[in-house]
T-cell receptor, first 112, second 114 residues
Framework: QKEVEQNSGPLSVPEGAIASLNCTYS??????FFWYRQYSGKSPELIMS????GDKEDGRFTAQLNKASQYVSLLIRDSQPSDSATYLC????????????FGSGTRLSIRP | DVKVTQSSRYLVKRTGEKVFLECVQD?????MFWYRQDPGLGLRLIYF???????EKGDIPEGYSVSREKKERFSLILESASTNQTSMYLC?????????????FGPGTRLLVL
């Protein structure tokens, strides 16, 4: 079992709709969770972080966390063509030297 | 703005060559990381460093070594390049404490080993 599981996609969503990206993780010790966005040919950039169960909203983005189910998701409302990218789920495993474990990402395509 | 730079965007090397990948950050960050990214496998941690001259192995350190002689610079060394090391290499840096959770990435080096 992979430490972080994401559907590779591509996930195709019409412009203006809600895109829903899902992620499950295996390490119950994970305490912080991050979503990175990576445009084709570019490096990842952090767009959301969440630490507690429930929802966290930032503009058009909402991160949802359920630690009991080891599940984290990212919702993008009013999807725009500029949202087309690969989204990486990344739990943080705390240890003597904390390391982020990246999922392989979900490719999102917003169609006009 | 945090800036992380990598010495080359594209590199072509031959099997058996020694390869140096350099990474420099300008934000006085304590932590620096080297990843490789391959299709379907995502980002995998090779090595990281949390202080000058300090290093720790990541998940896939075999065939690689690192050097951090100055705080701002973290080098990845392929002692004897092999074709299975053809990949995109990404360097990242972060501050310490809670801020360590935000990693800033360089533009990447696409390495082809022939």
């Amino acid at each position: 079992q992979k430490e972080v599981e994401q559907n590779s996609g591509p996930l195709s969503v019409p412009e203006g709709a809600i895109a829903s990206l899902n992620c499950t993780y295996s390490d119950r010790g994970s305490q912080s969770f991050f979503w990175y966005r990576q445009y084709s040919g570019k490096s990842p950039e952090l767009i959301m972080s969440i630490y507690s169960n429930g929802d966290k909203e930032d503009g058009r983005f909402t991160a949802q966390l359920n630690k009991a189910s080891q599940y984290v998701s990212l919702l993008i409302r009013d999807s725009q063509p500029s949202d087309s990218a690969t989204y990486l789920c990344a739990p943080l495993r705390y240890s003597s030297a904390s390391k982020i474990i990246f999922g392989s990402g979900t490719r999102l395509s917003i169609r006009p | 703005d945090v800036k992380v730079t990598q010495s080359s965007r594209y590199l072509v090397k031959r099997t058996g060559e020694k390869v140096f990948l350099e990474c420099v950050q300008d934000m006085d960050h304590e932590n620096m990381f080297w990843y490789r990214q391959d299709p379907g496998l995502g980002l995998r941690l090779i090595y990281f460093s949390y202080d000058v001259k300090m290093k720790e192995k990541g998940d896939i350190p075999e065939g690689y070594s690192v050097s951090r002689e100055k705080k701002e610079r973290f080098s990845l060394i392929l002692e004897s390049a092999s074709t299975n090391q053809t990949s995109m290499y990404l360097c990242a840096s972060s501050s310490s404490g809670r801020a360590a959770e935000t990693q800033y990435f360089g533009p990447g080096t696409r390495l082809l080993v022939l």
